[in-house]
């Protein structure tokens, strides 16, 4: 305890560097408000002198004010933080506390019990060392216990402490103690062979067996939660041994240094250590760990350094840089099980964001082949998961990247899933194997049609249909916009008078019905492309509104965007890039539009683009920017 | 095998939250506030990047009440470390006339700081804000993730915080909307003054206690740091030693009387104390949720 220490008074430089080597370790408390989980970290920060003279001050007259607990101190009210939280009484989010002991510091992560807040549980067990479930000693094993362990344990924790409180009210009676113990071992047993569970009976209201074993319990022979608290070893113990980094950053101040920043998920690296990028597979050696404070000899999981290679190998962010004695697995099909954060149920067969270490790649998500009951631990069928289920299902992703199962390495196996359009973490995964072949995968019945080809994409369909005269700047503009469409990772095509009256049109002149009959056919055209997901850009003069009504009724309705490209034929002709308007005037070119065919303007167009006064990259994001807020680009 | 100290895990935690940052998010800038805290996060950004420099500018809410020690501090700092700086200061404030002498500090701190920094992200378009904020300084921050999402308007919504798992930050936001980033979140005071300490980062001199001019002011001794201090008050101005544990605006900064002239002494003073960091400071005092609520306003 921080106080009890009397070197901060005599000699503070020796008090320092002693207190400059602890470790850290975090643990989650998981239980509801009635359990006393509130009580207990209050009374953990209160015995060790973390709370404050104005914190305490403000905590005695709230207690007064709304506490549940009559004159005493209600440590609760020190812990819930939101304000909505105060007012009813419940813990909504995770709460992170902060204590130290003299051999420790500690990160408290206060999580809420109630299934509905299961997702912020995650949040707090997902860096957690060890779990603290708190049991009320009158009630035993509640479903909600079982719960919480699954939870605790699914996202990796394995040294759990059953807490069982209020002992205080059972007269401290070692049979009751024993039942519960029994109780939760049985249940243990179905949730992991590896659990390390230490039950120690305390009372956090009476303080009894938190800090040191109190006469009470005569007859327990464990330790008390903070002697367990400061001994337990940190880390995660199942952590794979192997060296492993996921590349977050290519570190390049100039052209003759290149590294790969990362923060090392597993074992340990060395000068000189032969390792591989996956998933590329290309080998080369540790030639510097470089850090701000100079180059080490030697770097450990969890530290954050940057890495130098012996050979120019290309990696970038989110491949990993793997010892090559035992290299991840690539893959780009797993089973997985995952749990649903969002409101919004999981859609099979939709493309979901997957990020895993530092890398970002496209997921479909497959029906689950069962859901697990998180309170009973059995299997039940399941169409989709809802918001805090947790199911059983396969994913295929866009490319293959590398991996350990969740198992043996929670850094290199564990993934979010972000929604494409609302941009929210809706569900954590866990790797547990690699599906070799892709037989092996049961595909859901889906029917590849239009939409499964569009969503595949991440977009939607649309046939741009750029209007004007000869040297407008249709073919510019639908350039540029293709290029950033591109950046964007969409998916487009691009139809011009050019490229199309070379091949399929190659038979065709330039009559009115020669026109006519070009623009049918590149109408067909684009509606096929349009039918594949694409987004085709179509760059033709089509000077009769016939045409492109034609074209626009062929489409699937707002699928069709008309872009008059509204340049003033003296522009146009002033331009003439290829020449044309000088031959036309000539009378060396007939039927030229503007000259010697009419153009007829859109009366209605989807977007009007007057290029007179804006440049074509201008255009491009004014064009960008409807498709966007109309939802053509998904997220 | 090195065996990493609790001091080790922070720092490479926060590099990884940086690094994460620079490579995710399209337009980065840190939030500069001069403080101990923002001393610490800037040493960690050149950290991360080393031996590159951070890939974003250091932008300092300019309210033009900050002590003037800390002005010299902050543009001496920049330079030193080659980094871009921006300033910005609510014009429509000082047009105005808005001050905490006259127009109380309430009032002063929204139009300021609050509405200088939405002025500020709102101009320079930047889609992801560093702060130096830690878990362990008020109820609601302990609840706030590292990656805090604000809408378009730069509000806090409590009850939407996405779930952030692992070390897997979902950097992903929607059109208009910006990310409060804050890699101390997980740090506590004792850890910031053990890692100055550590690592010899240079914080601004009136962290240490000194003769300086002070007066009493609604119950707080505060610095006579200008000629901008009704005449009244600063009549009233007598020498003592203070120093400050947090800086702000030099009339909402409260001193403590201290002899505490070194590092060592400093943490020697702070462990021993009985009153918590943030009781310096005049803005909080109002209402225990009152920095709850001045997030949801788009307060950081």
Redesign the interface.
């Known amino acids: 305890m921080?106080?009890t220490d009397d070197l901060?008074?005599t000699d503070?430089?020796a008090?320092?560097e002693k207190?400059?080597?602890?470790?850290?370790l975090r643990f989650i408390t998981c239980g509801s408000v009635d359990d006393g989980k509130s009580t207990l970290i209050g009374r953990l920060l209160y015995d060790s002198k973390m709370i404050?003279?104005?914190?305490l001050a403000?905590l005695e007259a709230?207690s007064k004010k709304v506490g549940t607990q009559g004159e005493n101190i209600d440590f609760a009210l020190l812990?819930?933080?939101?304000?909505?939280e105060?007012e009813q009484g419940i813990t909504?989010?995770?709460?992170?506390?902060?204590f130290?002991t003299d051999k420790?510091?500690f990160?408290v992560a206060d999580t809420p019990g109630h299934e509905q807040y299961t997702?912020?549980m995650?949040?707090g067990a997902?860096?957690a060392d060890v779990a603290i479930l708190m049991i009320d000693a009158r009630k035993g094993i509640l479903t909600q216990t079982r719960r919480h362990s699954f939870i605790t344990t699914l996202l990796g924790i394995r040294r759990l402490v059953l807490a069982v409180n209020k002992m205080d009210l059972v007269d401290y009676d070692e049979t009751i103690f024993n039942d519960i113990v029994d109780d939760f071992y049985a249940f243990a047993d179905e949730l992991a062979t590896d659990l390390e569970i230490q039950p120690i009976p305390m009372s956090a209201l009476a303080g009894v067996n938190i800090t040191s074993r109190s006469d009470e319990t005569a007859w327990y022979e464990g330790p008390a939660l903070m002697e367990y608290l400061e001994n337990v070893p940190v880390g995660d113990r199942r952590l794979s041994t192997s060296f492993r980094m996921p590349v977050?950053?290519v570190?390049?101040?100039n052209l003759d240094?290149r590294?790969f920043?990362?923060?090392i998920a597993s074992g340990?690296v060395k000068p000189g250590d032969r390792v591989k990028s996956m998933p590329s597979g290309k080998q080369s050696t540790i030639a510097r760990i470089?850090?701000?404070?100079g180059d080490l000899p030697?770097a450990?999981a969890?530290?954050?350094v940057?890495l130098t290679l012996a050979d120019e190998i290309d990696a970038s962010?989110g491949d990993a840089i793997v010892t090559a004695d035992d290299p991840t697995e690539v893959s780009d099909q797993f089973q997985v099980r995952i749990l649903w954060?969002n409101e919004a149920p999981l859609l099979p067969g939709r493309r979901y964001?997957l990020?895993?270490?530092?890398k970002t790649v496209t997921a479909t998500v497959n029906a689950p082949k069962y859901g697990i009951d998180v309170n009973t631990l059995s299997d039940v069928p399941a169409k989709t998961l809802e918001l805090n289920h947790i199911g059983v299902t396969t994913i295929s992703l866009d490319q293959p990247i590398a991996f350990d199962p969740y198992d043996a390495n929670?850094?290199l196996g564990?993934?979010?899933l972000?929604d494409r359009m609302?941009?929210?973490?809706v569900g954590?995964g866990l790797i547990d194997f690699a599906l070799r072949r892709a037989s092996n995968i049961h595909w859901q019945a889906m029917d590849v049609d239009r939409h499964a080809l569009a969503e595949q994409k991440g977009q939607k369909p649309a046939v741009l249909w750029f209007t004007g005269l000869s040297g407008s700047g249709k073919s510019t503009i639908a350039n540029a916009l293709q290029k950033r469409l591109f950046a964007l990772g969409k998916h487009s095509f691009s139809l011009d008078g050019d490229n199309v009256r070379h091949g399929l049109n190659r038979d065709l002149g330039f009559t009115d019905a020669d026109r006519v009959e070009n623009i049918r056919r590149v109408a067909n055209v684009a509606k096929l492309m349009s039918d594949a997901g694409l987004i085709t850009l179509v760059s033709f003069i089509s000077p009769f509104r016939a045409e492109r009504q034609m074209a626009r009724n062929m489409m699937e309705d707002g699928e069709f965007i008309e872009i008059h490209i509204d340049t003033p034929l003296d522009v146009a002709e002033q331009r003439d890039v290829k020449g044309l308007y000088k031959k036309a005037r000539s009378g060396e070119i007939k039927n030229f539009t503007g000259i010697s065919s009419p153009y007829e303007a859109p009366q209605n167009p989807e977007l009007r683009i007057d290029t007179v006064n804006r440049s074509p990259d201008d255009a491009a994001e004014e064009i960008l920017d409807y498709l966007?807020e109309h939802g053509f680009l998904g997220? | 095998m090195p065996q990493l100290t609790h001091l080790d895990r922070l720092e490479a935690e926060s590099l990884h939250i940086i690094r994460e940052v620079a490579a995710e998010c399209e337009n980065p800038v840190m939030l500069y506030s001069v403080g101990k805290d923002s001393a610490v996060m800037l040493h960690l950004a050149m950290k991360a990047f080393y031996p590159s420099r951070p890939p974003f500018p250091l932008m300092h809410v300019d309210t033009t009440w900050k002590f003037r020690e800390m002005i010299e501090f902050r543009d001496r700092k920049a330079a030193e470390m080659g980094m871009d700086l921006l300033v910005h200061i609510n014009e429509d404030g000082v047009r105005e006339g808005i001050g905490p002498f006259t127009h109380g500090s309430a009032v002063h701190t929204d139009v300021m700081k609050t509405q200088g920094l939405k002025q500020a992200l709102d101009k320079y378009k930047f889609t992801a804000a560093f702060g130096g904020a830690r878990r362990d300084e008020e109820k609601s921050r302990a609840k706030e993730r590292i990656f805090s999402f604000r809408s378009a308007e730069h509000r806090w919504d409590p009850k939407r915080q996405r779930p952030e798992i692992w070390n897997v930050y979902n950097t992903r936001i929607n059109q208009g909307e910006s990310i409060r980033v804050f890699p101390l979140s997980n740090w506590t005071e004792l850890d910031i003054w053990q890692y100055i300490r550590r690592e010899g980062i240079e914080i601004v001199p009136l962290y240490f206690a000194a003769e300086r001019p002070v007066v009493n002011w609604n119950g707080v001794d505060i610095m006579v740091d200008d000629d901008r201090m009704p005449e009244e008050l600063a009549k009233t101005a007598v020498m003592k030693s203070v120093r400050f544990r947090t800086l702000g605006c030099y009339p909402l900064t409260g001193a403590v009387e201290s002899t505490a002239a070194t590092l060592d002494e400093i943490i020697q003073e702070m462990l021993l104390t009985t009153t918590s960091e943030r009781q310096g400071r005049v803005i909080d005092v109002d209402q225990s949720a009152s920095m709850e609520k001045k997030k949801q306003e788009g307060y950081f």
């Open positions: 921080r106080l901060i008074a503070i430089a008090y320092l207190h400059e080597n602890k470790s850290l404050f003279e104005d914190q403000s709230d812990v819930d933080g939101l304000a909505a105060r909504i989010d995770v709460a992170y506390r902060f130290a420790r510091k990160i997702r912020n995650a949040t997902s860096t977050q950053w570190n390049r101040p240094f590294g920043s990362g923060q340990t470089v850090t701000a404070d030697e450990v969890g530290q954050s940057t962010r954060m964001l990020k895993i270490g530092a929670r850094n564990g993934f979010i972000i609302t941009n929210d973490t954590l966007r997220a």
